[in-house]
């Protein structure tokens, strides 16, 4: 018996009738070799593929292909002072720097409040093609990093929408993580009011109510291919128009030609500094790969 998986893509949507968009995204593989990067406990794990997944949905909005859109958390007083992940054309990556002893003072499940305390979560779109850069900031102060993102789009934008996130492990105990995205679309004439000002118009309350079934373990099995997903929330609607999607794959850009490039910017007195018996080791923090760079290599 064969049996199907989904993973790592997202799949774009329209329901014209509703006035709305969606995206929904699976991340396996993808996930896998992020997180084999550090050693994570289970609810940094759990954290950090909910950002990712996050990150793909947000970062799959993008037309400019080359753009990149950047999700960073900082906090002080709680269990992680800093999450960072990114998306640039389908590639992904992401690190959470946190208190491990905070963390194993508060056991197994910690809240969102637990792990960032007076926390802010940062979203940043870069429009390499126009150089335009947008960035809106939130507070960590809800029950989730989906209603931070939901909060997001409400304070920035004045647009409504709905983020479901779910993570689990298949057979073999790979992570996987699902996530669904909708939003109500900017419409209507001039002079008249527009509708991605108003929360409670009826189109959107239908859309948000069905999106908000979607259960987490749905969103995270990879036996479910994300049309069907979209069938099953949207079956009665007179059409869903099913588009084109992104692959995902880990991205990280790190390379010593680029890190020379980086240590350019210094000035020879700073990079003498770094510099040790003639090396200067430059960490990654993403993909925890350490860089010896010859002093001399870089002018």
Same mark, same amino acid.
């Given at each position: 018996?064969?049996?199907?998986?989904?993973?790592? #893509?997202?799949?774009?949507f329209?329901?014209?009738?509703?006035h709305?968009?969606?995206?929904?995204?699976?991340?396996?593989?993808?996930?896998?070799?992020?997180?084999a990067?550090?050693?994570?406990?289970?609810?940094?794990?759990?954290?950090?593929?909910?950002?990712l997944?996050?990150?793909?949905?947000?970062?799959?909005?993008? =037309?400019?292909?080359?753009?990149? !859109?950047?999700?960073?958390?900082?906090?002080?007083?709680? /269990?992680?002072?800093?999450?960072?992940? $990114?998306? #640039?054309?389908? %590639?992904?990556?992401?690190?959470?720097? +946190?208190?491990?002893? =905070?963390l194993?003072? !508060?056991?197994?499940a910690?809240?969102?409040?637990?792990? +960032?305390?007076?926390?802010?979560?940062? /979203?940043?779109f870069?429009?390499?093609?126009?150089?335009?850069?947008?960035?809106?900031?939130?507070?960590?102060?809800?029950?989730?990093?989906?209603?931070?993102a939901?909060?997001?789009f409400?304070?920035?934008?004045?647009?409504?929408?709905? *983020? #479901?996130?779910?993570?689990?492990?298949?057979?073999?105990?790979?992570c996987?993580?699902?996530?669904?995205?909708?939003?109500?679309?900017?419409?209507?004439? %001039?002079?008249?009011?527009?509708?991605h000002?108003?929360?409670?118009h009826?189109?959107?309350?239908?859309? %948000?109510a069905?999106?908000?079934?979607?259960?987490?373990?749905?969103?995270?099995? &990879?036996?479910?291919p994300?049309?069907?997903?979209?069938?099953?929330? +949207?079956?009665e609607?007179?059409?869903?128009?099913?588009?084109?999607?992104?692959?995902? *794959?880990?991205?990280?850009?790190? $390379? &010593?030609?680029?890190?020379?490039?980086?240590?350019? =910017?210094?000035t020879?007195? $700073? #990079?003498?500094?770094?510099?040790? $018996?003639?090396i200067?080791?430059?960490?990654?923090? +993403?993909c925890?790969? =350490?860089f &010896? /760079?010859?002093?001399?290599?870089?002018?």
């Amino acid at each position: 018996m064969t049996t199907t998986t989904d993973l790592d #893509r997202t799949v774009n949507f329209t329901i014209p009738r509703r006035h709305a968009r969606g995206r929904i995204a699976r991340l396996g593989p993808v996930l896998d070799r992020i997180l084999a990067a550090h050693a994570y406990p289970a609810p940094i794990e759990r954290l950090l593929a909910e950002a990712l997944t996050l990150t793909a949905l947000l970062g799959s909005t993008l =037309k400019d292909t080359s753009g990149q !859109l950047t999700l960073q958390a900082q906090a002080q007083g709680g /269990i992680v002072t800093l999450m960072v992940c $990114d998306y #640039r054309g389908g %590639e992904l990556r992401g690190y959470v720097q +946190f208190d491990a002893d =905070k963390l194993a003072e !508060l056991g197994e499940a910690p809240s969102l409040y637990a792990l +960032f305390a007076q926390g802010y979560l940062a /979203i940043t779109f870069d429009q390499a093609a126009t150089g335009e850069r947008y960035q809106g900031i939130v507070p960590l102060d809800g029950a989730s990093l989906a209603q931070a993102a939901e909060r997001y789009f409400d304070q920035s934008e004045q647009i409504p929408s709905l *983020v #479901r996130l779910g993570v689990g492990h298949d057979a073999a105990g790979h992570c996987i993580g699902g996530g669904l995205f909708l939003q109500h679309l900017p419409e209507g004439e %001039e002079g008249g009011e527009r509708l991605h000002s108003r929360d409670d118009h009826p189109e959107w309350d239908t859309v %948000e109510a069905l999106g908000a079934t979607m259960g987490e373990d749905e969103l995270a099995d &990879p036996s479910l291919p994300l049309e069907t997903l979209i069938w099953r929330l +949207f079956n009665e609607e007179a059409e869903v128009r099913v588009q084109g999607g992104v692959d995902l *794959v880990r991205g990280c850009r790190c $390379d &010593p030609a680029y890190i020379e490039s980086v240590l350019a =910017k210094f000035t020879p007195e $700073d #990079r003498a500094e770094m510099a040790e $018996d003639g090396i200067i080791t430059v960490d990654c923090a +993403f993909c925890a790969r =350490k860089f &010896p /760079i010859p002093f001399e290599a870089v002018s």
